[in-house]
Structure formats: structure tokens, C-alpha cells
């Protein structure tokens, strides 16, 4: 796609900025991508990503759009829905939502998985992220939506940047969890030191978090769940027989990295095995009675609007924390 046009400004802005306003379309880390590529000239020259554009300069546009550099591999989906835009999959703990420089080469994920599904592609975005909307951690399972052409693409986008897309969660943490509902508002941005963590103590292009809670219920040993509040229940959280962990239904008002991850364990309560934000003494402990190996941490229900309807998507626990709570969504 090839554009040139002369620049109509009040006063000098940033080149990203202004073009992601012009173009709707796409992102602002997408026209970024480009600019980087030497895809976008000012005056015939190539610039960077953060110069000022004035009144009057013409720009110059080649936008080359990548095919994915992952190959389609043959990997078993569970799909909760499919239409001719759009797929959500039950996505499975240990696989990644797509290709990361830090993991071996470029295979076994959810992108290579759908490239080897359907051979429709979304252009916006970039090369190793096709389709992905919105992204699930490795080890967190449950539903996750994925557009298969432009325009389902731009719809999702707006729609979660404008928080009409409600996302439930069930996970299971360490300790007793004694407040019935409970919210936390913090900003969260990436660690000082570690570049793999997010926190929110002192974060690095800190952006505004939150999140809800409410207790489902406890776990004692090994015998399930106990369901909270009941009266003349365990609920009471007696001195004798304190439960060991907490259920927890969370709803996110906000999408950041890792955001329940680190909001849950910057108040103490960190998710049961959860590798990078939990307790090592509580992961082993977890491991030893449960055989848990991965974050318990699930994407449970999607609310939101599609073809002018409200739409509700729900799927169950996947087997190994299902058999720790036991218990079904």
C-alpha cells in the first residue's frame, strides 16, 4: 500500500502519533514497526519514529505487509466458537500465545496452531503475532479471542481499548483470603532490574491497573473446596482447621501484562505455582500434594458485544486445577 499526501498541522506533533490518528486502522506500535523499516519518508527522507512533522511536509507511505515467519504445525484446538471473523479457543496451559525470542525457535504455540487451522490472515499487526487480539501467559489457560481478518481485528481492538470486553478469571492463591469482594488500582509497569517482571513498585512506563475479586471458596488439604460464609461452616475460618488456599473469581477493568499475576502478589496472595510472582516454599508444596506445574490462573468467560448482541462465552476449568478445587465452573 503506497500513500502521499502533504501534512496539515496547527502545530508540530510526533510522526507516530499523528499518523496512528490518521490511519485508525493502525496501531501506533504498527506505524512504529514501519518507520523502523524505513517504510515512511518527510521530505524523501527517512526519518525516525520520533521526530516533529510540520505544516505543509509531504510524507511518504510504502507499506510492505509481512507474512508470518512461523510455520503452520499440526497442534490440536479446542474451539469454543468459529465464524467466518472470528475464533476463541479454550487455550491449554504450556503453550505460548505466540512465537517470543526468549523460547526455543519459533514453533509449538497457539499462532502456529492457528496458521496450520486457517489460511485467512490479518494484516494488522506484525509478523509473529497474527490475529492475537489479546494475549494469555504460557501458563494460564482458558479462552482467548483471535480475529481472522482486518476488519474483526479493528472491532476487538476498539472494543478492549474501550473496556467493553469483560474478562472473568478463576485462580487459586496462597493463604486465606478473609474479605468477601475486594478491588486493587495501582499502576503497573515494567520491573527496574528484572526486564522479565512487571511490578508496581517504582515500574518503568507505569500505566493505570485494576482489578476485582470475590472469594469463591477454600481448599483444606486435599478434600475440595469449602464454599466461604456458610453459617456454622467452615467459611467461619475456625483456628482448628484453617483452609490453605483461596478461590478467587476476578473480573480485569484494565488489560496490562501480567496484570493479575503481580496484583495478587504484591498484596501477599500470590497464585498457587506461579514460577515468577509465587512463593517457592508454597510451589513445592503444591507440587508435592497436587502435581500442579503451572500457574492456577484461568480465563473462564467472555462478555462482550458481537454482531449487535451482547454475547457470553463460558468454558470450564481445565483438569489439573479442576481436580484441586473439585469443583466445575
Given at each position: 500500500m503506497?500513500?502521499?499526501?502533504?501534512?496539515?498541522?496547527?502545530?508540530?506533533?510526533?510522526?507516530?502519533?499523528?499518523l496512528?490518528?490518521?490511519?485508525?486502522d493502525?496501531?501506533?506500535?504498527?506505524?512504529?514497526?514501519?518507520?523502523?523499516?524505513w517504510?515512511v519518508?518527510?521530505?524523501?527522507?527517512?526519518?525516525?519514529?520520533?521526530?516533529?512533522i510540520?505544516?505543509?511536509?509531504?510524507?511518504?507511505?510504502?507499506?510492505?505487509?509481512?507474512?508470518?515467519?512461523?510455520?503452520?504445525e499440526?497442534?490440536?484446538?479446542?474451539?469454543?466458537?468459529?465464524?467466518?471473523?472470528?475464533?476463541?479457543?479454550?487455550?491449554?496451559?504450556?503453550?505460548n500465545?505466540?512465537?517470543?525470542?526468549?523460547?526455543?525457535?519459533?514453533?509449538?504455540?497457539?499462532v502456529?496452531?492457528?496458521l496450520?487451522?486457517?489460511?485467512?490472515?490479518?494484516?494488522?499487526?506484525?509478523?509473529?503475532?497474527?490475529?492475537?487480539?489479546?494475549?494469555?501467559?504460557?501458563?494460564?489457560?482458558?479462552?482467548?479471542?483471535?480475529?481472522?481478518?482486518?476488519?474483526?481485528?479493528?472491532?476487538?481492538?476498539?472494543?478492549?481499548?474501550?473496556?467493553?470486553?469483560?474478562?472473568?478469571?478463576?485462580?487459586?492463591?496462597a493463604?486465606?483470603?478473609?474479605?468477601?469482594?475486594?478491588?486493587?488500582?495501582?499502576?503497573?509497569?515494567?520491573?527496574?532490574?528484572?526486564?522479565?517482571?512487571m511490578?508496581?513498585?517504582?515500574?518503568?512506563?507505569?500505566?493505570?491497573?485494576?482489578?476485582h475479586?470475590?472469594?469463591?471458596?477454600?481448599?483444606?488439604?486435599n478434600?475440595?473446596m469449602?464454599?466461604?460464609f456458610?453459617?456454622?461452616?467452615?467459611?467461619?475460618?475456625?483456628?482448628?482447621?484453617?483452609p490453605?488456599?483461596?478461590?478467587?473469581?476476578?473480573?480485569?477493568e484494565?488489560?496490562?501484562?501480567?496484570?493479575?499475576?503481580?496484583?495478587?502478589s504484591?498484596?501477599?496472595?500470590?497464585i498457587?505455582?506461579?514460577?515468577?510472582y509465587?512463593?517457592?516454599?508454597?510451589?513445592?508444596?503444591?507440587?508435592?500434594?497436587?502435581?500442579?506445574?503451572?500457574?492456577?490462573?484461568?480465563?473462564?468467560?467472555?462478555?462482550?458485544?458481537?454482531?449487535?448482541?451482547?454475547?457470553?462465552?463460558?468454558?470450564?476449568?481445565?483438569?489439573?486445577?479442576?481436580?484441586?478445587i473439585?469443583?466445575?465452573?
Amino acid at each position: 500500500m503506497n500513500y502521499s499526501f502533504c501534512v496539515y498541522l496547527d502545530k508540530p506533533q510526533r510522526v507516530d502519533m499523528y499518523l496512528s490518528t490518521l490511519f485508525q486502522d493502525f496501531s501506533r506500535s504498527f506505524i512504529q514497526k514501519i518507520i523502523d523499516k524505513w517504510q515512511v519518508k518527510v521530505n524523501w527522507n527517512e526519518i525516525k519514529k520520533n521526530i516533529k512533522i510540520k505544516n505543509k511536509e509531504e510524507i511518504e507511505i510504502n507499506i510492505v505487509i509481512w507474512k508470518a515467519k512461523v510455520d503452520a504445525e499440526e497442534i490440536d484446538l479446542d474451539i469454543v466458537y468459529e465464524d467466518e471473523n472470528l475464533i476463541i479457543v479454550n487455550k491449554d496451559a504450556w503453550i505460548n500465545t505466540h512465537p517470543v525470542p526468549w523460547e526455543e525457535g519459533k514453533t509449538w504455540t497457539l499462532v502456529n496452531a492457528l496458521l496450520y487451522h486457517t489460511k485467512n490472515l490479518a494484516t494488522i499487526g506484525w509478523e509473529e503475532r497474527p490475529w492475537i487480539v489479546h494475549r494469555l501467559d504460557k501458563d494460564t489457560s482458558g479462552l482467548i479471542m483471535i480475529a481472522k481478518n482486518d476488519k474483526m481485528m479493528k472491532y476487538l481492538q476498539d472494543i478492549i481499548q474501550k473496556r467493553e470486553v469483560d474478562k472473568f478469571y478463576i485462580a487459586i492463591v496462597a493463604w486465606v483470603f478473609k474479605d468477601k469482594q475486594f478491588k486493587i488500582e495501582s499502576y503497573i509497569g515494567r520491573h527496574p532490574t528484572d526486564k522479565i517482571k512487571m511490578t508496581t513498585k517504582n515500574p518503568i512506563n507505569p500505566k493505570i491497573a485494576i482489578t476485582h475479586w470475590e472469594v469463591l471458596g477454600y481448599i483444606y488439604d486435599n478434600i475440595g473446596m469449602i464454599p466461604p460464609f456458610v453459617k456454622g461452616g467452615r467459611g467461619f475460618l475456625d483456628n482448628e482447621n484453617s483452609p490453605k488456599y483461596t478461590i478467587l473469581k476476578i473480573k480485569l477493568e484494565t488489560g496490562r501484562t501480567h496484570q493479575i499475576r503481580v496484583h495478587l502478589s504484591s498484596i501477599w496472595f500470590p497464585i498457587i505455582w506461579d514460577k515468577v510472582y509465587g512463593n517457592a516454599d508454597i510451589n513445592k508444596e503444591v507440587m508435592k500434594e497436587y502435581w500442579l506445574e503451572r500457574q492456577a490462573l484461568h480465563s473462564y468467560k467472555l462478555w462482550f458485544e458481537l454482531y449487535w448482541k451482547r454475547v457470553e462465552f463460558v468454558w470450564e476449568l481445565k483438569y489439573d486445577m479442576k481436580k484441586i478445587i473439585n469443583f466445575s465452573i
